[in-house]
């Protein structure tokens, strides 16, 4: 039966959702969709350049023209292609861990992989600025969950001296390296923590992989193919034994389609291409320390945040420089903790000691 003109969606209908939108562009926190041709990007995370890489191009397009384009299927009812198997197993060795799974994304991973873990009694401490996949996980699962201040193992300990006891079972939530933030996880402390407080430990390596060892003492590494590996998709790593749990309870890894065969090939060349790269990772460093000394930044890593008074001064230097032929985000709540906001360069292999020179000279004549 047709809707009545009652029942018709209206304009008046979507008011709810035009009043929010508003409401973002008032707080400068609106997002919309750019087209960057011809820019400069300091926005992309593929650190090392590989999703242009030769080989990497060159292994998709074999794989496309085997496999064809999608995998037509969830991985559990599409068992007949071995490529899949084979990036587990490399992967695996890379992340020096027993056993590893694919997932269509590091977001779809980290969204439901804590839910998968957690009984009632299953308790999460997680760093603050965990990333957002992770604390939907957390919250959405029936754990008890617990944010330590970030980067701080002492506000960690504290909650783990009142808390642990509360639950069997308890997992410590942290990254390598903070997307946003740039900043480095404690993870030498955190592992002590681990062990004194008998935990277990989940570390997202979503931005070092492929650029750093992995960390040995956790009991399952997460992260994503999106940034140096220059792909798409996301993995966890551990022991066989949580492998083969979280490939039987994931709703994130039973219910969805496979990552096309095409990037998996891809991927696999990548991850083998990884030993050779150090001509890479070294001008990765180079250029990261180029951006931070022009800029006045203190030392670190690949992250480069240049802190902003407000969301509205970071938009308005991003758009400034994207009229100036450079893509550098606009980092704004929620993304980043209120009065966090910040312009993000994100470095690569492939940046040239003059487009940073550049870039940096257009940012300090935007802000005089
Ligand atoms: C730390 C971290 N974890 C997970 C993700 C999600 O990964 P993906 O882009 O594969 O969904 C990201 C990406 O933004 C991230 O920065």
Known sequence: M?????????????????????????QHLYRELVHSEKKVLFSSNDYLGLSQHPKVVSAAIEALKQWGFGSGSARTLSTHLPVYLALEKALAHTLQKEKALLFSSGYQLNSTLLKTLAKDDTLFFLDKYCHRSLIEGAQNSPGKVFRFKHNDPNHLEELLKKHRHEGKEAWIVTESLFSMQGTRGSLEAIAKLKREYETFLIVDEAHTIGIERSTSDADLVVGGFGKALGGFGGFVAGAELLIDYILNFSPGFLFTTALPPAIVVALHEAIQLLPHLDNQRNALKNNTL????????????????????SAEEALFLSKRLRELGFEVPAIRPPTVPPNGSLLRFSMTALHTESEIEKVSRALKESMS
């Open 290 to 309: 180029l951006i931070r000394n022009l800029l006045n930044l203190p030392d670190g890593d690949h992250i480069v945040p240049y802190p902003v008074k």
């Open 2 to 26: 047709p809707l009545s003109p009652k029942q018709k969606p209206s304009s008046q209908n979507y008011e709810r959702f035009s009043q929010a939108l508003e409401e973002q562009k008032q």
